[in-house]
């Protein structure tokens, strides 16, 4: 079945960076973007950026940009999301998700059980 | 501050209907039927209910539906259960350069 397994919990002092993994089964990986949203603590949803597979090619939201690196490995259908300089207000949950490649296509369909982030000194 | 508005909280009796709205400018809601409406119940992972404004995924119930006027969207619950008890977000793509979509605040639904 098509799903996105995300990799564990980090813990990370303040101007550290973490890497978030995200691996994808059932589904060519390359025909679909991976996106990055993530939910600090009691709040909502945040877009973060997206990654196409297929050419590698990002787009960030500009609140992160400079600070997100989002990359991936098509041998291994993984995606990766790197935040760097990290501050106490970067906790949260990370989730990544995907969205069909093709033309038209906006919403997210699949999504990561999330990856927990704590930023604590 | 989230760029889509939705109301912070909207409850309702079991077998009742309830709207929740999300307002957003002619360069996002407005301007695209690219609406999409995720359900989250409380330590999981958002689930698509909705998408391109009125459409439902496969195995999402007929009780949940979606529409549009202006810079504004609505999901719509009819008969309310308790498992419907949940956080809501809508998001929509928008035209900005350097962001793919947006999305909305949340609504914290109640079920009485």
């Known amino acids: 079945q098509v799903q996105l397994v995300q990799s564990g919990a980090e813990v990370k002092k303040p101007g550290a960076s973490v890497k978030v993994s995200c691996k994808a089964s059932?589904?060519?990986?390359?025909?679909?973007?991976m996106h990055w949203v993530r939910q600090a603590p009691g709040q909502g949803l945040e877009w973060m950026g997206r990654?196409?597979?297929?050419?590698?090619?990002?787009n960030y939201a500009q609140k992160f940009q400079g600070r997100v690196t989002m990359t991936r490995d098509t041998s291994i259908s993984t995606a990766y999301m790197e935040l760097s300089r990290l501050r106490s207000d970067d906790t949260a949950v990370y989730y990544c998700a995907r969205v069909s490649a093709a033309a038209g296509y906006y919403y997210m369909d699949v999504w990561g059980k999330g990856t927990t982030v704590t930023v604590s000194s | 501050q989230s760029a889509l508005t939705q109301p912070a909280s909207v409850s309702g009796s079991p077998g009742q209907s309830i709207t929740i709205s999300c307002t957003g400018t002619s360069s996002d809601v407005g301007g695209y039927n690219y609406v999409s409406w995720y359900q989250q119940h409380p330590g999981k992972a958002p689930k698509l209910m909705i998408y391109?404004?009125?459409n439902r995924p496969s195995g999402v119930s007929n009780r949940f539906s979606g529409s549009k006027s202006g810079n504004t969207a609505s999901l719509t619950i009819s008969g309310l259960q308790a498992e419907d008890e949940a956080d809501y977000y809508c998001?929509?793509?928008?035209?900005?350069?350097?962001?793919?979509?947006?999305f909305g605040g949340g609504t914290k639904l109640t079920v009485l």
């Open positions: 990654i196409n597979p297929n050419s590698g090619g990002t």
């Open positions: 391109d404004v009125s």
């Open positions: 059932g589904y060519t990986f390359t025909g679909y973007y």
């Open positions: 998001s929509s793509y928008t035209s900005s350069s350097t962001t793919d979509v947006v």
